[in-house]
T-cell receptor, first 114, second 111 residues
């Protein structure tokens, strides 16, 4: 069964801490994405990557960075967490080669910054 | 901004068909329509997609208008477990793309 795994379902961090959110997919997908989801705002794209060591800014990249050193892993980094980054974070992956081309999502990581 | 517009919320009686509309008036010729749903506290799940023709799978049916400017996702016999937020997005399957989600439609299926 195909899978996108996010390292933590729930995290609580303090303002100013460095936060790592990890995402691993086992489908050999080229494309990986990080979204955040807030009530009333839907899913907003933070960063995405089409290949190893490649990254592109999404709609709301400020305050975030990403790393993709291996094809299966895409990390979201909050260099200095702030309270307005309290949110649900969702990782997704997709393949250019699949006939359906759908996104596969992880279960989400709910981050609270105090 | 999302390239699709959907009603904010809808409700449906259990056992009845749920028809969820989506407008995508600026869709281009090589863009597909995809539908996802998100059950509370879970990641979104793919439902179905189509280009021109109507599509059906074990989860739902997708009806796309002839001009392709709108579509309808049909859940033929809604159950309580279909209560979720449903997202309609468009994407170019031919190459790299940026999947953009709007706010979706919150469907409540009631007994």
């Amino acid at each position: 069964d195909v899978k996108v795994t996010q390292s933590s379902r729930y995290l609580v961090k303090r303002t100013g801490e460095k936060v790592f959110l990890e995402c691993v997919q086992d489908m050999d997908h080229e494309n990986m994405f990080w979204y955040r989801q807030d009530p009333g705002l839907g899913l907003r794209l933070i960063y995405f990557s089409y290949d190893v060591k490649m990254k592109e800014k999404g709609d709301i990249p400020e305050g975030y960075s990403v790393s993709r050193e291996k094809k299966e892993r895409f990390s979201l980094i909050l260099e200095s967490a702030s309270t307005n980054q309290t949110s649900m974070y969702l990782c997704a992956s997709s393949s250019d080669g699949r006939s359906t081309g759908e996104l596969f999502f992880g279960e989400g990581s709910r981050l609270t910054v105090l | 901004d999302a390239k699709t517009t959907q009603p904010t919320s809808m409700d449906c009686a259990e056992g009845r068909a749920a028809n969820l509309p989506c407008n995508h008036s600026t869709i281009s010729g090589n863009e597909y329509v995809y539908w996802y749903r998100q059950i509370h506290s879970q990641g979104p799940q793919y439902i179905i997609h189509g280009l021109k023709n109507n599509e059906t799978n074990e989860m739902a049916s997708l009806i796309i208008t002839e001009d392709r400017k709108s579509s309808t996702l049909i859940l033929p016999h809604a159950t309580l477990r279909d209560t979720a937020v449903y997202y309609c997005i468009v994407r170019d399957q031919g190459g790299s793309y940026i999947p953009t989600f709007g706010r979706g439609t919150s469907l409540i299926v009631h007994p």
